[in-house]
């Protein structure tokens, strides 16, 4: 396990209630590092990237909602992906932030948001905005609890 930790993964804490119900504050998450080495992320994947690419942060924890070349926008609440209502189970989103008016990706560029979107700092923020490539650490793998209690593999 410790090689495999060493060499493949990584591991970090979640922050705080964004990903609520998928992922806790204070559950760890086990990080894939090789798995975007040929692929990237892929629409639905929880990732873990550090703001602005500023390791002096805290990493963040959210899903991909939009890949490169999609166009994303919010309207009534509505999460919309390329013109069509994407459900990821979201409440109402009240903030749609930079994606008031629609934006397309560029072609490194992933548009995240967390499962408890409105409780949730992500791409919708002036501040983080789209997340690019290099700024990925790489794909949530299993997490567990605060005790180190192994929880499952992060779907």
């Not at 396990?1 to 060499?7: K, M, P, R, S, T």
């Not at 993964?9 to 806790?24: A, F, H, K």
């Not at 990237?40 to 703001?51: A, L, M, S």
């Not at 069509?84 to 948001?113: A, H, Q, R, S």
């Amino acid at each position: 396990a410790f090689i495999l930790v060493f060499f493949v993964g990584m591991r970090t804490s979640v922050i705080g209630v964004s990903m609520e119900n998928t992922l806790y504050s204070g559950q760890q998450v086990l990080v894939n590092r090789l798995s975007y080495l040929i692929f990237g992320p892929k629409e639905g994947d929880i990732i873990v990237f550090t703001p602005n690419g500023n390791r002096n942060t805290h990493f963040y924890v959210k899903r991909v909602v939009a890949v490169p070349g999609d166009t994303v926008c919010i309207k009534d609440g509505k999460l919309y992906v390329n013109n069509l209502v994407v459900d990821y189970g979201y409440d109402k989103i009240m903030d749609p932030g930079i994606v008031e008016n629609e934006i397309e990706l560029d072609v490194d560029e992933y548009f995240v948001m967390g499962d408890n979107c409105n409780n949730s700092e992500d791409s919708r923020s002036g501040n983080i905005g789209p997340v690019t490539r290099d700024m990925i650490e790489g794909k949530a793998w299993f997490h567990f609890k605060s005790d180190s209690t192994f929880v499952g593999f992060i779907k």
